[in-house]
Structures are given as structure tokens and as C-alpha cells.
């Protein structure tokens, strides 16, 4: 029997109004992805220093269905790699209880084009997967454009907040 190949799914989103220095903050703070990812109510660090490769995550409460039986999903994710400079970062999930293998991400985050103003970036935010039982890779990078939204926008409003 052939391998299945891994799924690869891509999202983007540019915002006008945050510029690439105030949003990497949000971003680069890896045990704090519940303050801006809709529907994961729980998220700490379990091992290393954060914001540190090698450190890891647990996060709960999200928003996808148990393969198990319980009545949360959760992951733990370890960071990868970190770059301040680029304004990048990897991370991979290590365990979950929703059927995610070989998961790797990245994200990273562009000054707009022209941005002599220091308005504006655009974020991208990639994946791989081995392909999970019961999805669809539409289904899923549909997922995540509309979580990437609701973050950006959470973000952006805390840029703001906080400037006032």
C-alpha cells in the first residue's frame, strides 16, 4: 500500500493598521496563543522557558472534535525555531488527543510592501500534516483562514489598546 502524501495547507492575511514590530509580540509569546486563538481556552507551558526552541505548550479546549471520547480536545506543541529577525517561528505538534500526526508549522510575519509609514504587515501561516481520518484538507485551511482572522483581529484591537 502507497504512503498517503502530507497534506500542506497555507493561510495569509494582511493587516492595515498594525505594523510587523507591534504584532510579533502576540506571535513570538508561545504560551500565550489563548489570549488570541478562538475557542482554546487553556494554554501553558510545560517544559523549557518560553519563547525558547525546545520549549512546549499545552493547550486546550480547542475547537475540533476528541477521537477519544472526551469532551475537550488538546494538544501539546513544541517550538522549533525562533527568529526575532525575520519574525518567524516553527513549531510541531507532539501529542493530541483529535488525530494530528507529523504536524510542522511556521509562521511568519512581513512588513507591508512600500510601508515607508511602518503601517501594516502581512502574516502567513503554513502546515503539513499527515492526512487526519474524518477531515478534509479544504475543510481544514478553511479552518485556519478563519482562525488567522479572528487572531489578527484580536491582536490588531490589543495594539490599539494599548497605544491609547
Known amino acids: 500500500m502507497a504512503e498517503q502524501k502530507k497534506w500542506e495547507g497555507t493561510v495569509s492575511t494582511t493587516l492595515e493598521n498594525a505594523n510587523a514590530d507591534q504584532i510579533w509580540p502576540f506571535w513570538k509569546d508561545f504560551y500565550g496563543v489563548n489570549k488570541w ?3 482554546n481556552t487553556t ?3 510545560i517544559h523549557g522557558n518560553n519563547g525558547e ?4 505548550r499545552h493547550c ?3 475547537p475540533v472534535p476528541a477521537i477519544d471520547g472526551s469532551a475537550s480536545s488538546w494538544h501539546r506543541e513544541r517550538l522549533i525555531a525562533i527568529d526575532d529577525i525575520e519574525k518567524s517561528f516553527s513549531y510541531e505538534i507532539l501529542d493530541s488527543n483529535f488525530g494530528v500526526k507529523s504536524y ?3 509562521v511568519k510575519i512581513d512588513p507591508l510592501a512600500g510601508g515607508d509609514s511602518g503601517r501594516g504587515c502581512r502574516i502567513e501561516w503554513r ?4 492526512p487526519v481520518e474524518g477531515w478534509r484538507l479544504e475543510d ?3 479552518n485556519y483562514e478563519v482562525w488567522l482572522k479572528i487572531m489578527v ?3 490588531e484591537a490589543a495594539v490599539f489598546d494599548h497605544s491609547s
Open 140 to 142: 481544514m485551511v478553511s
Open 43 to 45: 494554554c501553558e507551558g
Open 37 to 39: 486563538f478562538p475557542g
Open 104 to 106: 510542522v508549522a511556521s
Open 127 to 130: 502546515f503539513t500534516v499527515e
Open 53 to 56: 526552541p525546545g520549549c512546549i
Open 60 to 62: 486546550g479546549d480547542l
Open 153 to 155: 483581529k484580536n491582536m
